[in-house]
């Protein structure tokens, strides 16, 4: 009798334990619902401008972007979409009909046949899908006069849609005496850009002078007309692009989205400004 008693209350104890994991579940879920529910109810007053964010290829077919470049969109009031990479301009035109504005991310060298150059000894990696895809990207956003940021390989490959060339390689082509490849991470900014007093820029950032990270061998070399040059680090090298008003373009050489990450918020100022951009496209085009 004594042995039934106890076997009842191990199995009491466990239903007991049982049935409030269960129940805590149930009550994490609901929690998480209320969450949603309450988000969805203020979409229609609140929603930011969507932002279209380019991406890497990633193994077999798949498409990849850092996060830092994600949470950058979203701590200045943007909401990210990743464009997948592909060749199917029928897909990425119908993304892009869907955006307010257009982030070209950083990655490998730019294939030096669109800009009518052989290759040189010291390029590196190039993707020719994703040179096509970006390059698409381009041409669809400036058809609907999106707003653009282009970031590192961005600003270079906004140079060379628009005819620009560029230095497949710093260290043999030009004779810089900045180290644009740190070692250190992408929080810390390790040498100084001008910024041109009365550019875009120098409205976004303030004139003067900003230590920036760098993660570059190739840069911009002939500028493509129409565009302008922002900034420059200390041996010349160009920093920092802006086009003519009509396009709707500005673009930099290091990755703003890093800086972010680490609490700068005068850097954040550069996606501020895109949504900005952004918020006044989707009023003004999509009436």
Known sequence: METKKIKFIAVFICFHLVANAQIGVVTDLQKLHAKIDSCSANLSRSRGPVIGVSAYQHGEGGSSVPGTYINAVIKAGGIPVVIPVTDNVWVVSHILNEVDGLV??????????????????????VDSIRDVYDLTLIKLATDRKLPILGICRGEQIINVAFGGTLYQDLPTQNSSTVQHRQTLPREVGTHNVSVVSGSELARILGPGNFMVNTFHHQAIKDLAPGFTVTAQADDGVVEGIESLKKLNILAVQWHPEGLVNGGDTVMLNIFKDLVHRATTYKKQERK
């Open 104 to 125: 070209l991310v950083g990655g490998e060298d730019v294939n030096p046949s669109f800009y009518k150059e052989q290759p040189a000894a010291e390029l590196e990696k």
